[in-house]
């Protein structure tokens, strides 16, 4: 079975300063990993994913993550935080050896960032 | 292009009573998943379909149903509601099952 654990639930950063994000996996195969962003009342937004390649991988709004197979970690990072980076923040996996639940997404339980002033 | 779009936005609904809700996919998505946010179980997969066919099902009970249309439109339907499936129901969309699903902004159901 998939997991996903975000450890923090809530990351409290300044404007300007980087911040992380963290999330680890557990899949039996080979997995595709993506974080997605919430605001309130909205649904999930799309920011990045990671399916094979550079470990680094490149989103929107100048976020980043980082893929660790031997950590099973992809935290989500960004240098410089804004105010406006404030939402709740989810990790999600999907194990791409497994047909039949190919597409199923398991997400973590979300993390808070609160980015202030 | 337009995103998902899901209807309606909010709904109140009585114990007992049975609700569908609907979704469109991006245009040109084939597959439609459907996820239910709550803030004790966070986000629950509850089921896929793809050319009309569903795919994959979560653990969900017999109540929670869904198809999917020749236009790739989906309706999921909650039969004998409880107050336990008060929650944001979410829709994503995706090409192919198993690309980057792109979500609605869901709709949020209360049950009195």
């Known amino acids: 079975a998939q997991s996903v654990a975000q450890p923090e639930d809530q990351v409290n950063v300044a404007e300007g300063n980087p911040l992380t994000v963290k999330c680890t996996y557990s899949?039996?195969?080979?997995?595709?990993l993506f974080w997605y962003v919430q605001y309130p009342n909205r649904g999930l937004q799309f920011l990045l994913k990671?399916?094979?390649?550079?470990?680094l991988v490149k989103g929107s709004y100048g976020f980043e993550a980082e893929f660790n197979k031997s950590q099973t970690s992809f935290h989500l990072k960004k240098p410089s935080a804004l105010v406006s980076d404030s939402a709740l923040y989810f990790c999600?996996?999907?194990?791409?050896?497994?047909?039949?639940?190919?597409?199923?997404?398991?997400f973590g339980t979300g993390t808070r960032l609160q980015v202030t002033l | 292009k337009a995103g998902v779009t899901q209807t309606p936005r909010y709904l109140i609904k009585t114990r007992g009573q049975q609700v569908t809700l609907s979704c469109s996919p991006i245009?040109?998505?084939?597959?439609v998943s459907w996820y239910q946010q709550t803030p004790g179980q966070g986000l629950q997969f509850l089921f896929e379909?793809?050319?009309?066919?569903?795919?994959n099902k979560g653990n969900f009970p017999g109540r929670f149903s869904g198809r999917q249309f020749s236009n790739s439109r989906s309706e999921m339907n909650v039969s004998t509601l409880e107050l336990g499936d008060s929650a944001l129901y979410l829709c994503?969309?995706?090409?192919?099952?198993?690309?980057?699903?792109?979500f609605g902004p869901g709709t949020r159901l209360t049950v009195l």
């Open positions: 899949v039996s195969g080979n997995p595709y």
């Open positions: 245009s040109g998505h084939r597959s």
């Open positions: 999600a996996v999907r194990d791409i050896s497994n047909t039949g639940t190919a597409s199923k997404l398991t």
């Open positions: 994503a969309s995706s090409l192919a099952a198993g690309d980057t699903q792109y």
């Open positions: 990671y399916i094979t390649g550079d470990n």
């Open positions: 379909y793809f050319s009309e066919t569903q795919r």
